[in-house]
């Protein structure tokens, strides 16, 4: 049987870790703690439970963070847990069941994240594959009978295990504050995290959170870009132009997102309250119709589903036909139910 590290960064987590490391203390042979600054009982905690804890001055860099973690551990693999956390007594049974069976060749073990939409995270699916264990110690293979080359790619495994998230809520403003302090230092964004900035604004940025980052993503179009992240930048700068009633800046992010091969239901949405705001009910219906019939969304899935459809179910209301209000109203309750119980 294999040992595994499990391996978590925490501040302030009083609140959930306990719930999180009952769930693994038989389940891995050590539990290395790294603490960036909590205040409250965190490290307590930890240490009911025969936690390894250490200290991290805390950067503004959760890789370093990670980093740090992973060079402490001693076991043969190595477990990426948060401390909101769980594993059910079914998953705890099937992870025990890997320790037992994995195959010495395996390097990476996904397992299947779950309940990212009830708690309005950042991902566009309720269930997704992650990366979750790692062998802590790489062994290099040769490969090809001639012609010979190291084996560069590691050997993923996808199991049946099921990682529940339960956040007392998302971390937005956290990651707000990082991005913000990258781009104030000048450190490069790579085109992930540019996404993740703008997806983030989606799922639950307020409108001061969009108008922070406007000037960065403006930025962003002095560069060849190729359409996929034009889109998204159109997605962002078009709703610094609704929230700031800037018709001129919506009319020209818009038209160019709507002229590629398939516009933007992000874009759409925020064209069609536009109109709304302005009492023209028949043009913001044209537009939240195309949100949620005739395009797809870039960087949240409700835009493309359950938002539109509540907003024509508003339209509709405002306009006196509430058969037709009724109507999107249940479309939008069933966008919503299915969003929240899909698969990845």
């Known amino acids: 049987m294999i040992t595994v590290s499990a391996c978590l960064i925490v501040k302030n987590e009083e609140n959930v870790l306990a719930r999180c490391l009952l769930s693994l203390k038989d389940l891995v042979d050590e539990i290395i703690l790294v603490d960036t600054g909590s205040t409250d009982r965190t490290k307590a905690v930890g240490e009911q439970f025969g936690c390894r804890i250490f200290d991290f001055s805390w950067v503004?860099?959760?890789?370093?963070?990670?980093?740090?973690?992973f060079d402490k551990a001693e076991m043969d693999y190595i477990y990426v847990a948060d401390a909101d956390e769980v594993i059910d007594e079914e998953n705890r049974?099937?992870?025990?069941?890997l320790k037992q069976c994995i195959l010495p060749e395996i390097e990476i073990v996904q397992m299947k994240y779950t309940n990212q939409l009830r708690f309005n995270t950042t991902y566009n699916?309720?269930?997704?594959?992650?990366?979750?264990?790692?062998?802590?110690?790489r062994r290099f293979e040769w490969q090809d009978p001639v012609h010979e080359t190291v084996r560069l790619d590691p050997v993923i495994f996808d199991s049946d295990i099921e990682i529940?998230?339960?956040?007392?809520?998302?971390?937005?403003?956290?990651?707000?504050?990082?991005?913000?302090?990258?781009?104030?230092?000048?450190?490069p964004l790579s085109k992930k995290l540019r996404t993740m900035y703008a997806r983030e604004l989606f799922v639950s940025g307020e409108d001061q959170d969009f108008l922070e980052a406007e000037e960065y993503f403006a930025s962003l179009l002095s560069e060849d870009r190729e359409e996929e992240e034009l889109k998204v930048i159109q997605c962002v700068l078009?709703?610094?132009?609704?929230?700031?009633?800037?018709?001129?800046?919506?009319?020209?992010?818009?038209?160019?997102?709507?002229?590629?091969?398939?516009a933007s239901a992000e874009v759409c949405f925020d064209v069609g309250e536009y109109f709304l705001e302005k009492g023209?009910?028949?043009?913001?219906?044209?537009?939240?119709?195309?949100?949620?019939?005739?395009?797809d969304s870039e960087l949240n899935i409700r835009y493309s589903g359950e938002f539109p459809l509540l907003k024509l179910a508003i339209c509709y209301r405002q306009a006196g036909d509430m058969k037709q209000s009724e109507l999107y109203q249940e479309l939008a309750r069933k966008a919503a139910q299915e969003q929240v119980s899909g698969d990845e």
């Open 93 to 97: 049974k099937r992870f025990l069941h």
């Open 60 to 69: 503004d860099d959760f890789a370093a963070a990670r980093n740090f973690s």
């Open 164 to 187: 529940i998230h339960m956040p007392e809520g998302n971390h937005s403003k956290r990651d707000f504050e990082i991005f913000q302090k990258l781009i104030k230092k000048e450190i």
């Open 125 to 137: 699916f309720d269930t997704e594959y992650r990366p979750k264990l790692f062998k802590r110690n």
């Open 238 to 262: 078009t709703r610094c132009g609704r929230i700031r009633h800037d018709a001129d800046q919506i009319l020209k992010n818009a038209l160019k997102n709507v002229a590629c091969k398939t």
């Open 280 to 295: 023209d009910l028949q043009e913001a219906v044209i537009w939240f119709y195309n949100a949620a019939y005739e395009t």
